[in-house]
């Protein structure tokens, strides 16, 4: 195994961007991980200087490869593996600004709602 490459799916998860190895493996099989704008396979080999884009929980990374890591160690040591550009902290803070805004906007209730309140919330939602 050469040390100037690393498995896609070992960078994501040595970069703390999922949980598990399994996690980052189901995200590049769905498509959600491009690397050099095209659609790479978990088998990819990351170097560095490459760029990778990924969508996670309705939020985009843009990312450049700035080191390749030997271990899944601390948050502070995976974060000086990859240089996210401004424009993609910029989009991303907006869309995060946008879903809370969503999020405010709906209806509440007191506690957990019932069968009924459910179907009273979904039918205002509609705008019945």
């Not at 704008?37 to 760029?51: H, I, K, L, P, Y």
């Not at 390749?68 to 550009?85: D, K, N």
């Not at 907006?94 to 957990?112: H, I, N």
Request: aromatic share 6%; hydrophobic share 30%.
């Amino acid at each position: 195994m050469s040390n100037d490459s690393l498995r896609l799916d070992r960078w994501l998860w040595f970069t703390r961007f999922y949980k598990t190895r399994t996690a980052a493996s189901a995200a590049v099989h769905g498509g959600h991980v491009r690397v050099n704008g095209e659609t790479a396979r978990t088998s990819f080999r990351v170097r560095v200087g490459d760029r990778i884009r990924l969508v996670r929980q309705q939020l985009t990374w843009e990312l450049t490869v700035l080191a390749l890591p030997a271990r899944r160690g601390p948050a502070r040591e995976a974060q000086a593996c990859y240089e996210e550009s401004p424009e993609s902290v910029a989009r991303r803070e907006q869309t995060v600004a946008e879903l809370r805004r969503d999020r405010m906007q709906m209806p509440t209730t007191s506690g957990k709602p019932d069968k009924h309140t459910r179907r009273k919330l979904r039918d205002r939602n509609r705008g019945n």
